[in-house]
């Protein structure tokens, strides 16, 4: 006999094809709903609240009155909720993103009464390699899944094994492959229906597909309400289907049954990444739709600007400025900003295939996730600075720290931004002095009047410059900080930085020196050490890597083609025109030329076709006029070359790429990822005609680089975007980066590279991305795989750049704060260092614990192969231990020198190690202490 678990649900998009507070009233309806049906009917057995918990925030924000009452039915088991905090596309967010998603849902759900252990995973547009190891980190050994299976799907049953990059195994089943989590929409209230319903979803889809006879029935959809009289009609149908048992449960219950039976069993094993489309003539809405990796871009810029800004910024600097006393550690507004970041990473949402007004509505979310987190960086940096002795430099100079957020020292350039007088004497460069009192090379960029706030909370500071000499401080008014100043841009070059410190400079603006030229500019060309850029006619560049002996030629060729695609998927149209770069006159000029930096700036107008045709069926004849500009740089120590581009957005309905003909051949690229470095295929094979609903594609995500390496391994070649996670490797060894997707559908009327539009039918205007869009990213040429070739470190270099902070010693503004430059800390200081420079080891955080009062230093190995190196932190350590992603403590670890944690991993693994303060054993063990 067959035994189906019968499992009612609802798969909650928090906004989608209507904005947030559209469906928010909705689910206030449904919940209100649940609760009525629970207390009415005790046979009711549960209902699955779709795996996350931001559903309890958003329904007790409007009920409070309901929480003791929806907290009784969570802790009962009858209503599910998490683990996650919402429903993440995993590829498009930071693996760090993945871990907080998971602690901010299990803690939100636990604190209602109980959540749910295992990694619910059923509309996300694939999957990635590491998620069995972060699963397992929280105490989770079981996935449900749907999507980017493919082959898999063509080979397994629904019960398998899923085996992440680093060995972790969960216990997987596959939801069914042509309906996914929505196998029945609703159960007719006839029991004679609903009972030729469970046996017609029994023997079509579920039976076929499994290798045991306990089935999973999944009961609902999209926004769908529970259905009320749902256990009568469960009772009512079994006697009519003797061949089963029926089982009003949930699935927890069903995946233990499911694993317990299957155990001991020779399960299919899937493998790390599963990005594939659907290969099964039974798939029928199972797409994967890798293209939403490039729609509306700015979304994704903005989100990996608010990434970085938390992960390497606001949090470690606050952690550094709370353990040395000079702030407090800002737990809440940290959290905040995680929630608003969090609340922009729902599916639907980051991948940009939603209505117009729900992506509008997630750029003020960013703006407030970086509003709190800038200023928790500024204030963190500035009370750190302000520790500092800099009482030995002159008094005259002005006085600046450069901040290094990266785990590994660095030498490139640092963009200085400095603030002097608003009357200061005319000046033509502006000299960089280390505190060894050597002068650098740099050179002045920029120069413009500035207003500003400069207040920080910590100083008390009050109108710095307001009425600065008409009124002593106590009657300066009443508005914080505000300034007049000049503005200076200075590019310079220091001598080596600290891992994850700063070292302090000096500045001079100066009227006399003559400023060298010529250093790094030649012509229409750059030039150092490591490499040698030339820019020809049309705006192409030839790359030498003077390491390698190799020359890269028609590099940053730039191409343009139709697309009557969507928010999901690019389709280019039945007549294709496409547009590249190549041959046009470009306007080149030197930008920047000194003794630091050299900067070629490369203009074109471009009149690309205004949109499709009427008949969409190719682009239209009518041209408009997109400006595009594209600067090349190139710093004197710099192993990478920068190129920014700025695109003036005029057309609609097309897809930009720049291309980077690399010449290398081999049969896979490789590109990072959430906690990995992901080696894929360039070939791509479309599926058999009768399995077809979507083309198989080429492109693939990427985490900050992706590049290519030779047959041989000998050579490499990278491109390091800033926030822009769609890029492809064709078969030639051409590397191409998408810019920008200009869409007007939610879901196209009329695809061609899918069966039809994965969503509803509306017009998005704000899809075609009108308007200027500037694109960052950094061209590295290396030796070797990437390891090898530190493309990581040359990527970070790129996408963190050193930070400065200026302080006004001639300032005294109290005694507890004072910014006089005589404070306890050195003028070169690294907080966190990693031994040797060649260790695989990327840091992904570094936070307080959630519930000690101690620090969380999160690193993985990128590597293959087990690496070794050691962690020194740069105060006394009084204990260490190594704990899991839900911060529990696994084992203590052997500390040496009283700053040293030797730290040893397998390929491929996450370690989190907490560390404990010896300041805080010691006053730990003081206040244990019972006198009598």
């Known amino acids: 006999m067959k035994r189906i678990y019968i499992v009612p649900h609802t798969h909650w998009d928090r906004e989608w094809y209507l904005p947030y507070q559209h469906y928010r009233i909705r689910l206030t309806r449904l919940v209100k709903e649940l609760l009525n049906i629970l207390d009415n009917d005790p046979d009711y057995v549960s209902y699955h609240l779709d795996g996350q918990s931001s559903v309890l925030d958003?329904?007790?924000?409007?009920?409070?009155?309901?929480?003791?009452?929806?907290?009784?039915?969570?802790?009962?088991?009858?209503?599910?909720?998490?683990?996650?905090?919402?429903?993440?596309?995993?590829?498009?967010?930071?693996?760090?993103?993945?871990?907080?998603?998971?602690?901010?849902?299990?803690?939100?759900?636990?604190?209602?009464?109980g959540s749910l252990k295992f990694g619910y995973l059923p509309d996300m547009f694939g999957h990635i390699s590491q998620l069995p190891q972060v699963l397992r980190g929280f105490g989770m050994s079981q996935a449900v899944f749907w999507r980017g299976l493919g082959e898999v799907a063509a080979r397994s049953q629904s019960e398998l094994t899923w085996e992440g990059a680093d060995g972790s195994e969960l216990f997987a089943y596959r939801l069914s492959n042509q309906l996914g989590y929505s196998e029945l929409f609703h159960l007719y209230s006839d029991p004679g229906k609903a009972a030729e319903q469970i046996r017609g979803a029994v023997e079509r889809h579920l039976s076929p597909a499994s290798g045991i006879d306990t089935l999973l029935l999944m009961v609902g959809v999209d926004h769908m309400e529970p259905q009320r009289d749902l256990s009568r009609i469960i009772r009512e149908?079994?006697?009519?289907?003797?061949?089963?048992?029926?089982?009003?449960?949930?699935?927890?219950?069903?995946?233990?049954?499911?694993?317990?039976?299957?155990?001991?069993?020779?399960?299919?094993k899937a493998f790390g990444e599963l990005r594939d489309t659907n290969r099964v003539t039974t798939g029928a809405f199972n797409f994967l739709l890798a293209n939403v990796l490039s729609s509306r871009m700015y979304l994704k810029q903005a989100n990996a600007q608010a990434q970085y800004l938390l992960e390497r910024w606001a949090e470690p600097f606050s952690v550094i400025a709370s353990d040395l006393g000079a702030s407090s550690y800002p737990t809440g507004l940290l959290e905040q900003s995680w929630t608003y970041l969090l609340q922009n990473h729902p599916h639907d949402s980051i991948c940009g295939c939603s209505r117009d007004e729900v992506h509008r509505q997630m750029m003020t979310r960013f703006d407030w996730s970086t509003e709190i987190s800038g200023q928790l960086r500024d204030e963190a940096l500035y009370s750190l600075m302000a520790q500092i002795d800099a009482s030995a430099l002159p008094k005259e100079r002005i006085v600046f720290h450069a901040i290094n957020p990266l785990e590994r020292t660095r030498r490139d350039i640092v963009m200085a931004e400095l603030y002097l007088p608003a009357n200061e004497p005319s000046f033509r460069t502006i000299d960089i002095y280390d505190s060894e009192g050597n002068r650098l090379p740099s050179q002045l960029l920029d120069v413009r009047p500035e207003f500003r706030c400069v207040h920080h909370h910590e100083t008390g500071l009050r109108d710095m410059a307001m009425l600065h000499n008409a009124a002593p401080p106590e009657e300066r008014g009443i508005l914080p900080g505000l300034e007049y100043s000049l503005k200076a841009t200075v590019a310079f070059m220091p001598q080596t930085l600290p891992a994850l410190g700063y070292a302090t400079f000096t500045a001079v603006p100066n009227r006399k020196r003559v400023p060298e030229r010529g250093i790094i500019v030649k012509g229409h060309s750059l030039e150092n050490e490591w490499l040698k850029a030339d820019v020809h006619f049309d705006g192409s560049i030839t790359l030498y890597d003077k390491k390698s002996d190799q020359c890269y030629e028609g590099l940053l060729v730039f191409e343009d083609g139709g697309d009557g695609g969507d928010g999901y998927t690019y389709s280019a149209p039945l007549i294709d025109e496409v547009f590249t770069s190549r041959g046009i006159q470009a306007a080149v000029s030197v930008s920047a030329d000194g003794e630091a930096l050299g900067a070629l700036r490369i203009e074109r107008s471009w009149e690309l076709p205004a949109a499709l045709a009427p008949d969409r069926k190719r682009r239209a004849s009518e041209r408009r006029t997109c400006r595009l500009v594209t600067e090349v740089s190139l710093g004197v120590e710099d192993e990478w070359l920068g190129v920014k581009v700025t695109f003036d957005n005029q057309a609609a309905d097309h897809r930009l790429r720049v291309a980077f003909p690399t010449g290398l051949k081999s049969e896979t690229s490789w590109a990072s990822?959430?906690?990995?470095?992901?080696?894929?295929?360039?070939?791509?094979?479309?599926?058999?005609?009768?399995?077809?609903?979507?083309?198989?594609?080429?492109?693939?995500p990427n985490h900050g680089f992706a590049g290519i390496t030779d047959a041989g391994g000998k050579l490499g070649f990278a491109v390091a975007p800033l926030g822009l996670p769609e890029c492809e490797v064709a078969a030639d060894g051409t590397l191409y980066l998408t810019l920008l997707r200009a869409v007007g559908y939610l879901g196209s009327p009329d695809p061609l590279t899918i069966v039809s539009g994965a969503g509803p039918n509306f017009p998005t205007p704000d899809g075609q991305c009108p308007g200027t869009h500037t694109f960052r990213f950094a061209l590295v040429p290396h030796q070797g795989r990437p390891l090898e070739g530190e493309v990581w470190r040359k990527a970070h270099e790129h996408h963190l750049a050193v930070r400065t902070v200026q302080m006004r010693h001639a300032v005294t503004v109290g005694e507890k704060n004072a910014t006089d430059g005589t404070g306890a800390l050195p003028m070169t200081q690294?907080?966190?260092?990693?031994?040797?420079?060649?260790?695989?080891?990327?840091?992904?955080?570094?936070?307080?614990?959630?519930?000690?009062?101690?620090?969380?230093?999160?690193?993985?190995?990128?590597?293959?192969?087990?690496?070794?190196?050691?962690?020194?932190?740069?105060?006394?350590?009084?204990?260490?231990?190594?704990?899991?992603?839900?911060?529990?403590?696994?084992?203590?670890?052997?500390?040496?020198?009283?700053?040293?944690?030797?730290?040893?991993?397998?390929?491929?693994?996450?370690l989190t190690i907490e560390v404990v303060p010896r300041l805080q054993v010691v006053a730990s063990q003081l206040s244990s202490v019972v006198f009598s």
Do not use: C
């Open 673 to 700: 990822a959430a906690f990995d470095l992901v080696e894929r295929s360039v070939k791509v094979v479309q599926p058999d005609e009768e399995a077809w609903i979507e083309d198989a594609v080429g492109v693939f």
């Open 237 to 268: 149908a079994a006697p009519l289907l003797p061949e089963y048992e029926l089982v009003f449960g949930t699935l927890d219950e069903f995946l233990n049954e499911a694993e317990r039976i299957t155990h001991g069993k020779n399960l299919f």
């Open 830 to 910: 690294s907080f966190l260092q990693l031994g040797g420079e060649r260790h695989p080891f990327v840091l992904s955080v570094l936070k307080k614990a959630d519930s000690r009062d101690s620090i969380l230093i999160r690193l993985f190995n990128a590597s293959d192969v087990t690496g070794r190196t050691t962690l020194r932190w740069w105060q006394k350590i009084g204990e260490a231990y190594s704990v899991d992603l839900a911060e529990n403590r696994i084992a203590p670890l052997t500390i040496s020198d009283e700053h040293e944690i030797a730290i040893e991993a397998d390929g491929k693994k996450i």
């Open 58 to 113: 958003d329904y007790l924000e409007i009920h409070p009155e309901d929480r003791e009452r929806l907290r009784t039915r969570i802790v009962e088991g009858r209503i599910k909720v998490g683990p996650w905090y919402v429903q993440p596309d995993e590829s498009l967010v930071s693996g760090e993103s993945l871990i907080r998603n998971f602690a901010l849902g299990i803690r939100k759900a636990e604190g209602m009464g």
